[in-house]
């Protein structure tokens, strides 16, 4: 295989979004097919209870103590407190919601940034996450 050098990058990334709640450390370019984030989440702070209509989201606590509330098998809400050293993986339209028992941060991969997030219930009053509204709030428009 030949691979053009041209479309190498050894340049460093990373793209801080505030968040009501805390901030993200983005430390994979937008134009990728997944994402990678640090979500760094106040105690007791909590994201909004949402679910995706495109994207899967994969976490990995790395400090402090967190927990995911979200659906189980049965579609009833559950509380899970994220261990270290084991992952936790929310699908396609299972609801979920992140929260922080002290300061924590978290490590989230997922699928590219896409579609809609809904926002079921939100501690700050946001609306649901478009496209459009995801841009707004990262200052991008």
Same mark, same amino acid.
């Given at each position: 295989m030949n691979?053009?050098?041209?479309n190498? @990058?050894?340049?460093p990334y990373v793209k801080r979004v *505030? /968040?009501p709640?805390?901030?993200?450390? &983005?430390w994979?370019?937008?134009?990728?097919?997944?994402m990678?984030?640090?979500? &760094?989440?106040?105690?007791?702070?909590?994201? @909004?209870? =949402?679910? &995706?209509?495109?994207k899967?989201? @994969? $976490?990995?606590?790395?400090k402090g103590q +967190?927990?995911v509330? $979200?659906?189980?098998?049965?579609g009833?809400?559950v509380e899970?407190?994220? /261990?270290? +050293?084991?992952g936790y993986?929310? =699908?396609i +339209?299972?609801? &979920?919601r992140l929260? +922080?028992?002290?300061?924590?941060d978290?490590?989230?991969? @997922?699928?590219?940034e896409m579609g809609?997030? $809904?926002r079921? *219930?939100?501690d700050?009053?946001?609306?649901? *996450?478009?496209? =459009?509204?995801?841009?707004? *709030?990262?200052?991008?428009?």
């Amino acid at each position: 295989m030949n691979f053009d050098p041209k479309n190498f @990058s050894n340049s460093p990334y990373v793209k801080r979004v *505030e /968040k009501p709640w805390g901030y993200e450390l &983005h430390w994979v370019p937008e134009d990728k097919p997944y994402m990678g984030k640090l979500l &760094h989440i106040n105690a007791e702070a909590r994201l @909004s209870l =949402q679910y &995706h209509d495109q994207k899967t989201e @994969s $976490w990995f606590i790395v400090k402090g103590q +967190g927990k995911v509330i $979200w659906d189980n098998d049965k579609g009833e809400l559950v509380e899970t407190e994220l /261990k270290p +050293g084991v992952g936790y993986t929310s =699908q396609i +339209g299972q609801r &979920h919601r992140l929260c +922080g028992i002290t300061d924590c941060d978290i490590i989230e991969v @997922s699928t590219p940034e896409m579609g809609t997030t $809904w926002r079921l *219930e939100d501690d700050y009053k946001r609306p649901d *996450e478009t496209p =459009q509204q995801r841009k707004k *709030e990262r200052g991008e428009t």
